[in-house]
């Protein structure tokens, strides 16, 4: 412990004297000659008493000096002359009495000293005595020391001396985060927000780096929700309300909060537009049709009505394509509503996407693809479209040719929108495909080329999507050098994004009988469960999954698997129970998995939680 107060003593000395009192130490620090070097030289070896004996030599106001003394009174404490080193510092204090950081030095020999009281007693005067221009260097001090709680009293004095109780709230902030004081970092952001609106996109950032549990996040809500209602005049505290439950993924309660925001400020729609539109993002589909439906019927004839239509049959579609099995019926009266909207809207670059939509419903979930060809052929002619909607719109149409198996069509169509779109989301798009396509041709190594420039992405899922794929690569064809048992494998990933699921089942089947034991077994189940539960086999599914979460070896995709075992319980059986108890293993078995944020609202949900 002594030793432990020593190093403190030396941090916080020579934090103290380069901080507070550098234009002191210009002005008295001397000459840097032999013996002061030879004496810090003795002293980084540990050989206290030779340096003591030689900082001793020197003139009294160098063994104070800001580039001496710290040396000194390590040399000092390492030979445990507890009375010299007080002394030391009382002199350098009687030199420089504004050197306040110097204090918090002297408590710290008391403290080595086993001496607490005195150290309380002397660091409860260094506080009191503060001036505002000494509070930041003594609380770093203090902090440099490890005493969080003087820091924090420090930072407390400072705002007393300030007259404003918002003073220091960042620091503040941040110590109670780090000793586990929510409720104190909660007031303070509050607070801070409450006095100066303009503080918002600060104080989301702190409380984004800073709250990092579930149940801080819950304290939170319950306290914002109390100020809306006790405010409702006062948006900032449901702009923050807004953050929070998107952070959360609560897209029920974001939205109540983004239409009072819009009739507030008058928006059109703007802030329910944007909600419903990360919640599509997020598969919440409920919440964004609610949205979208939200804007189309309170806000028609407003700026935001035509995005609103356009969005609400696609997050419906998104829905439909994404229930098993796959309603046909339903897709058809998708089209519809399409084609109604290209009937009430026009057929312009602003409805682009729709075509586009459409066209990707006709060619992956009807097998209609000249049709969809047809309507992309269309957006790419369109008068004064923009190079972003045309070039959309042949990656669209080079994924149908991948559809029909021509992959020579397909990449060029690939290589125009990278070379038009260089080191943009759209062109690094375009590169992914290309790099999926030679994956499918069972060029492993054109894809990892394209891939490694990929990973830089600043695009973060192309980026990770790319990771993905090239350590598929990678971990396959380490041994494999060939990359025969991924050749399979790549051709029956391309018969899924065929939508030849029969195919693709069958091909699982063969793979994981003539590949037994291969490193790609985990990856081949993972992928026949999905496929599986897409043909509405739940039961194969849940079966296929357990071999992955039973199996210790295939630890990489255990959470993977339990994520959509639960969803296949709670979707598709409707066994609230068992999706209740899979999410719960989820969190406690993989707390660091993407998933768990997701899995403990749906588990909460399904307890009936209030959210």
Known sequence: MKNQLRGMIRRAGLLALLTAAAPAARAQAPAEDSSIQLAREYERKGEHEKAAYLFGRLRTDEQTAPNVLPDYLAALQGLKRTKDAEKLVKRAIKQRPQDQPLGVTLGLISATAGDSAAAGKQWERVVQQLNPDQVVPVATSFQQANLPAWTTRTYLRGRQLAGNETEYAPQLIQLY?????????????????????????????????????????????????????????????SELLLWLQVQRRDFTGALVQAKALDRRARTQGRRVLEVAEIARRNKDYESAIEGFEYVTREYAGQPFYALARQRLVQAREDQVRTTYPVNQAQLRGLLKEYEQVLTDLGRTPETAPVLRSMAALLAFQLGEQAPAMKLLEEVIALPRASSDVVDQAKIDLADIYVLRAEPWEATLLYS??????????????????????????????????????????????????????????????????????????????????????????????????????????????????????????????????????????????????????????????????????????????????IYVAEARKRFRQLRGDAL
């Open 177 to 237: 985060t780090r000793q586990g004081q929510t409720d104190k970092v909660l007031v303070e952001t509050l607070r801070l927000v409450r006095d100066d609106e303009q503080q918002l996109p600060f104080v989301r950032n702190m409380l984004q780096n800073n709250l990092q549990d579930e149940a801080a996040f819950a304290t939170l809500e319950k306290e914002l929700l109390t100020l809306v209602q006790r405010n409702p005049d006062r948006a900032v505290y």
């Open 416 to 593: 125009q929108v990278e070379k038009s779109h260089k080191d943009t989301p759209l062109g690094y798009d375009a590169k992914l495909r290309n790099a999926r396509l030679s994956y499918f041709a069972g060029d492993f190594k054109l894809a990892k080329s394209h891939l490694d420039i990929l990973k830089q992405a600043t695009t973060r899922e192309i980026a990770n999507d790319a990771m993905q794929l090239s350590l598929l690569i990678t971990d396959n064809t380490a041994q494999d050098t060939a990359g025969v048992a991924l050749r399979d494998y790549a051709t029956i990933e391309q018969l899924v994004f065929q939508n030849k699921l029969p195919e693709a089942l069958r091909g699982l089947d063969a793979l994981l009988v003539k590949y037994s034991g291969h490193a790609l077994q985990d990856e081949a189940w993972y992928l026949k469960a999905q496929l599986l539960r897409r043909t509405s086999d739940y039961a194969g599914a849940l079966s296929t999954l357990e071999r992955i979460t039973s199996n210790p070896k295939y630890d990489v995709l255990s959470d993977d698997a339990l994520f959509l075992a639960a969803s296949i319980q709670q979707e598709n059986l409707q066994d609230r129970e068992k999706a209740q108890q899979l999410y719960q293993q989820l969190i406690t078995k993989y707390p660091g998995s």
